[in-house]
């Protein structure tokens, strides 16, 4: 059984930095792809950033500039460093993981809190 636990999330004011960690455990595939996404109150769960195994990475354009993603495939832990936080990141952060590309398996983390105050 895959379980991902988050931790770092927590209240910052506008401008300050945040460093998120997903750490996974059980049987993971080696080829996969860590994320995370965010669920703001009222809004859809989007995508904020991805990161294959082999390093390549995506970020949604609203983030591009502040935020970073990276990952320790030895540790299986994902990372997202947010910096120049705005009071519209505000959401839960939710870790996920996909493993596979045609009929993929997805897993989720419990969700953390970001609050940035303006």
């Known amino acids: 059984q895959v379980q991902l636990v988050e931790s770092g999330g927590g209240l910052v004011q506008a401008g300050g930095s945040l460093r998120l960690s997903c750490a996974a455990s059980?049987?993971?595939?080696?080829?996969?792809?860590m994320g995370w996404y965010r669920q703001a109150p009222g809004k859809q769960r989007e995508l904020v950033a991805s990161i294959l195994s082999g390093g390549s990475t995506n970020y949604a354009d609203s983030v591009k500039g502040r935020f970073t993603i990276s990952r320790d495939n030895a540790k299986n832990t994902v990372y997202l460093q947010m910096n120049s936080l705005k009071p519209e990141d505000t959401a839960v952060y939710y870790c996920n993981l996909r493993v596979g590309v045609l009929d993929p398996l997805i897993y989720w983390g419990q969700g953390t809190q970001v609050t940035v105050s303006s």
């Open positions: 059980g049987s993971i595939f080696s080829d996969n792809r």
